[in-house]
């Protein structure tokens, strides 16, 4: 089955703890991304990857980091979290960068306290 | 700056009772548009791409049409299960080569037995 697989769901830390949210797809897309999704912002993107070893800063990349080491996977990193950081994580892959439909993970939903 | 409206946020329906729901944008060139579902707690699902405006596209009891400033997703006819979060993106030619895709708020639909 295609999918997008985000771990984990659900994760509640204390700030300033590193954590990484893993993503991974199994479509050999070329394309991945990050979104967090606000009440009232929508889902804005915070990281893409056109390629392995290729990544770029979206909308909103402060405070975040990524990596595209292997095709299959685009992990998100988040080296000293924040409160403002709270938010409900999507992961997304596309076969190319354009004028493609996006297939999206379940979400993560992450708690700073 | 690339931009995205849709109206309403929230819709009531009754099961049967037929109804649109608008997205309106503003991009430099449009290169695509984008409509997903989202159940609570779930990613976005992919339902259609636009690409110029006179297009329409279908699936089941969803019609989805372009026009130059916006799109519409009619709905005949919802059951129970059509109840979800219709979010509507686009992707313009500024923005094609990082794959960014630009999202509305959603509208929020809940269609009753």
């Known amino acids: 089955e295609a999918q997008v697989t985000q771990n984990p ?49 979206g909308d909103v990349p402060e405070g975040y980091k990524v990596s595209r080491k292997e095709k299959r996977n685009f992990p998100l990193i988040l080296e000293s979290p924040s409160p403002n950081q709270t938010s409900l994580y999507f992961c997304a892959s596309s ?5 493609t439909e996006a297939f999206f993970g379940q979400g993560t939903r992450l708690t700073v306290v | 700056e690339d931009q995205v409206t849709q109206s309403p946020e929230a819709l009531r329906l009754q099961e049967g009772e037929s109804s649109s729901l608008n997205c309106s944008y503003t991009v430099s060139g449009l290169r695509g548009l984008f409509w997903y579902r989202q159940d609570p707690g779930k990613g976005p699902e992919f339902l259609f791409t636009l690409y110029s405006a006179g297009e329409e596209k279908e699936k089941e009891r969803l019609k989805a049409t372009l026009t130059k400033k916006e799109s519409f997703l009619h709905i005949t006819a919802p059951k129970p299960e059509d109840s979800a979060t ?25 269609v009753k037995p």
């Open chain 1, 9 to 57: 769901r659900y994760l509640i830390t204390v700030t300033g703890k590193k954590l990484t949210v893993t993503c991974s797809q199994n479509m050999n897309h070329e394309y991945m991304s990050w979104y967090r999704q606000d009440p009232g912002l929508g889902l804005r993107q915070i990281y893409y990857s056109m390629n392995v070893e290729v990544t770029d800063k």
């Open chain 1, 95 to 99: 076969p190319r960068v354009a004028n």
């Open chain 2, 86 to 110: 219709y979010l509507c993106a686009v992707q313009g030619w500024g923005s094609s080569n990082t794959g960014k895709l630009i999202f509305g708020q959603g509208t929020t639909l809940q």
